[in-house]
């Protein structure tokens, strides 16, 4: 068993075909939203319909894991999404569901120092359930593909922060077009994108500590995307700045260990 983990090890490649195919899928659906825009169906909280692209790196995954595998590896990838036995440790519940919105109460309470006016938040309960659901399921599909296939298939040299942050560079890129059809500044996509890398590598640390769990990347992207859309207030520069804070605290206090890779190879059930 152990040599032939280290053969599948020695014999995966960089996952290129995963990400030209994510960029590729994406890519009409920009493309509609640019061409088409105004005929096609308004998705709420100011989210371009670009923003279904989410359907990409899932597809990308089952299609590369189907080629290397076979259909039976591809059942069992979608099936990670849904991993939350491998998260032994409830207390890592805690960061995987609180940290953002603990993050967007302290860019709150910074704004109000800087005597920033806060508007009301006017959301219902009902209407933030449906928004969670729909979150988490977007949540699972990306996941799916960055978490679930890519992360593992980065060179085995590469420990998990600078594995997390070159996904996370990959992550903010394949923003950045819906940003430009959301209108965003040249300052708030630049600032956004840093937050994004940052963020994938704080998931990619929750992740290396339950197990390489899917379930609690997509927890943790769920409650990002919910803290984000629905705060009162959005600062992309405070947050961004928070977020750096944090990953450095994470760094600093638990050591060069926090970013090590659990193994060197791929999830024998991929």
């Not at 960029?23 to 920009?30: G, N």
């Not at 105004?38 to 923003?51: A, D, M, R, T």
Request: include cysteine; glycine fraction near 4%.
């Amino acid at each position: 068993m152990e040599e032939q983990s280290v053969n599948r090890t020695s014999k995966r490649e960089f996952p290129w075909r995963f990400f030209i195919l994510v960029f590729s899928l994406s890519a009409p659906f920009w493309l509609a939203n640019a061409l088409i825009s105004k005929w096609l169906p308004e998705i709420p909280v100011n989210l371009p319909f670009s923003s279904l692209m989410v359907v990409a790196p899932p597809i990308a995954a089952v299609i590369c894991t189907r080629r290397e595998k076979g259909a039976g590896s591809a059942v069992k990838l979608l099936k990670r999404a849904f991993d939350f036995e491998k998260i032994s440790s409830k207390i890592w519940y805690l960061p995987m569901l609180l940290l953002m919105p603990a993050v967007m109460f302290i860019q709150i309470g910074i704004l109000i120092l800087i005597q920033q006016k806060i508007p009301p938040v006017q959301l219902s309960g009902s209407a933030l359930l449906v928004f969670v659901l729909v979150f988490f399921s977007a949540a699972v599909a990306e996941e799916i593909g960055w978490q679930g296939y890519a992360i593992d298939r980065l060179p085995t040299k590469w420990n998990s922060l600078t594995a997390g942050i070159f996904l996370g560079i990959v992550w903010a890129a394949w923003h950045i077009i819906p940003f430009i059809q959301m209108e965003k500044t040249l300052s708030w996509i630049i600032w956004q994108c840093l937050n994004l890398t940052v963020t994938r590598v704080i998931i990619v640390w929750i992740a290396n500590n339950t197990q390489k769990s899917v379930s609690s990347a997509v927890l943790f992207h769920t409650m990002y995307n919910v803290s984000t859309l629905f705060s009162p207030v959005y600062d992309s520069l405070i947050v961004t700045v928070i977020l750096i804070l944090i990953a450095g605290t994470i760094t600093v206090h638990w050591g060069s260990k926090s970013w090590q890779k659990q193994n060197g190879e791929i999830q024998q059930y991929v």
